[in-house]
C-alpha cells in the first residue's frame, strides 16, 4: 500500500474509534454521520476506494484493540472531569438548599463543622446498609454533622413514607433521627403505614401527623430535591455531598472518612 493510502486512513481511524465509543456512549449516529465525512474526506483526498480505506483501519483496529481501550479511558476520565466541575458550580450556587433545608433531618452534631449530606430512599436496600456507615461515622467524630435529604425515586410507596417521614421531621425534629433509623432500619417494605406506626411509637399525634403531610410544602420540597439531584447528576441512592464533592454510591465507611477528612482539611 502507498504512502497516500496510509497518510489518508490515518484521519479515519479515530472517526472509526468513535463509531465503535458511539454504541457505547449512546451516540451512534453521531459516530456514524462523523465516520462516513471522514471517509469520504480521506477517499477524495487519496484517491482510494472507500472499502480498500475501511478494510485498512478494520485491519489496523483489529489488530490493535487497544487503541479502543484508550480511547474509552480519555473519553470517560473527561466526562468525569466535565461532571465534576459541574457539581462544583451547583455545590456553589445552590450551597444552603444542599446543606441547610429546613426540610432535612440532622443527626450527629448539628454545629458540627464539616457537613455530609446523603439522598436516600427508604426502599432502598444499599441505603439500608448505609444507615451502619452513618452511625459509625457520628460516633467516631462528634464534629461530622450529617444531613439527610429525602430522595424517594424507588416506588410510590417509598414517596408515600417520605411524606410521612417529612411531616413528623416538622413536628418532632428531637425525634427524627430515631424515626429515620427505625424506619430504614426496620425489615420489610417502608410504607406510609409502616411510617405511621414508626412515628407513632415516638410519640406523634395521628390527627395532626396526617394534617401535617397535606402541607404543600412538603411536595415542594421534594421537587427541589429532584431537580437538585438531577442538577448534581445523581440517579441512584445513596449518594453523598461531602464539601465541594459528589460521591455515589454505597461506597463504605473508610471511603466516606476519607472524604470527610479531605473536607475539613479544605476549611
Known amino acids: 500500500m502507498n504512502k497516500a493510502i496510509l497518510l489518508g486512513s490515518a484521519g479515519v481511524a479515530v472517526a472509526l474509534g468513535m463509531l465503535a ?38 485491519d489496523y483496529l483489529l489488530k490493535n484493540p487497544e487503541v479502543l481501550l ?12 466535565e461532571q465534576r466541575l459541574a457539581a462544583l458550580g451547583v455545590i456553589k450556587d445552590a450551597k444552603d438548599e444542599i446543606f441547610n433545608s429546613t426540610f432535612d433531618g440532622v443527626v450527629g452534631n448539628p454545629q458540627g463543622k464539616v457537613t455530609i449530606v446523603e439522598f436516600y430512599d427508604y426502599n432502598c436496600g444499599f441505603c439500608k446498609r448505609a ?25 410510590p410507596d417509598s414517596q408515600r413514607a417520605s411524606v410521612v417521614s417529612m411531616a413528623f421531621h416538622l413536628m418532632m425534629p428531637e425525634k427524627y433521627g ?15 403505614a ?3 406506626k414508626v412515628a407513632l411509637s415516638l410519640g406523634a399525634d395521628e390527627s395532626k401527623l396526617r394534617e401535617k ?25 445513596p449518594s453523598y455531598v461531602v464539601g465541594n464533592e459528589v460521591v455515589f454510591g454505597a461506597l463504605g465507611q473508610q471511603v466516606l472518612a476519607e472524604k470527610i477528612e479531605q473536607a475539613k482539611s479544605a476549611l
Open 70 to 81: 484508550e480511547v474509552q479511558d480519555a473519553l470517560e476520565a473527561k466526562q468525569k472531569e
Open 131 to 155: 444507615i451502619e456507615d452513618m452511625k459509625a461515622l457520628t460516633k467516631a467524630d462528634p464534629d461530622l454533622r450529617f444531613v439527610l435529604k429525602e430522595f424517594p425515586i424507588l416506588s
Open 194 to 196: 409502616t411510617a405511621m
Open 213 to 237: 403531610m397535606k402541607d404543600p410544602s412538603i411536595n415542594e420540597a421534594l421537587s427541589r430535591t429532584y431537580d437538585l439531584a438531577t442538577k448534581l447528576s445523581i440517579t441512584g441512592t
Open 21 to 58: 465509543f458511539g454504541f457505547v456512549a449512546g451516540s451512534p449516529e453521531a459516530a456514524k454521520a462523523d465516520t462516513t465525512q471522514a471517509i469520504q474526506v480521506a477517499s477524495a483526498d487519496t484517491k482510494v476506494d472507500r472499502k480498500e480505506v475501511e478494510g485498512i483501519i478494520r
Open 178 to 192: 430515631e424515626f429515620h433509623t427505625a424506619l430504614l432500619g426496620g425489615q420489610g417494605r417502608a410504607t406510609e
